[in-house]
């Protein structure tokens, strides 16, 4: 085991790395983490929510399913789960961001997702993950919706109807993918303002086997 690239994202931060087919992306943390990815000889080959959940049968991303792309191509899997038995991951929603923040604010409908504890961020996963981007020249409009990891969903299967949860890992736990093509990867540490944290920092681990 090599490793490749061992850094911190700061809270509300966005990062991104290149990795060849075969190595490994740990993600450590205990808030949530707006995660895409990307087939580096074709951005548009990136990550798509619906192809996902088609090919696992699941509203959850979970140990062992792919991240497919718009094309069906798998670009990642799942290996290793450390919220397993606590909590899943959110295929439904896309990112959290300024003008979402604003259009929220302007319904009255903040107190949907807004902690008491946390005021509203002048940025979210949008821009973190449009700057996290830029350098391979990918413009938002051209960044899929994200796996939310650790964004655990209430979802009631007669009225459709999804609610946010405070459930959280206690302590960082690992979530571990591994690379099926040469990929960009990208993450927002997400500001979670669902969480009294109002969002934490994440490690980003790669490793060559
Ligand atoms: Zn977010």
Redesign the pocket.
């Known amino acids: 085991m090599e490793t490749i690239r061992d850094e911190t994202a700061p809270r509300n931060t966005g990062w991104s790395a290149e990795m060849k087919s075969g190595q490994i992306l740990r993600l450590s943390a205990r808030t949530?983490i707006?995660f895409v990815c990307f087939d580096r000889a074709d951005f548009g080959e990136a990550f798509d929510q619906a192809p996902t959940r088609a090919a696992s049968g699941c509203l959850y991303l979970r140990e062992g399913d792919a991240m497919l792309s718009r094309g069906g191509a798998p670009l990642m899997t799942m290996i290793e789960d450390g919220f397993a038995g606590l909590g899943t991951h959110d295929t439904q929603f896309g990112?959290?961001?300024r003008a979402r923040h604003r259009r929220a604010a302007a319904e009255g409908r903040l107190g949907e997702y807004l902690n008491a504890a946390v005021q509203v961020p002048d940025h979210?996963?949008a821009e973190n993950l449009t700057a996290a981007c830029k350098p391979w020249g990918i413009a938002y409009e051209d960044i899929p919706s994200p796996v939310n990891l650790f964004q655990n969903m209430a979802i009631d299967q007669r009225t459709g109807r999804m609610a946010r949860t405070q459930i959280r890992p206690a302590r960082p736990v690992p979530v571990v993918f591994r690379a099926e093509r040469d990929l960009l990867v990208a993450f927002?540490a997400?500001?979670?303002l669902a969480s009294a944290t109002g969002g934490l920092e994440v490690r980003a681990e790669i490793v060559q086997p």
Request: overall charge negative; glycine content about 18%.
């Open positions: 949530i707006d990112m959290c961001g979210g996963c927002s997400c500001p979670d």
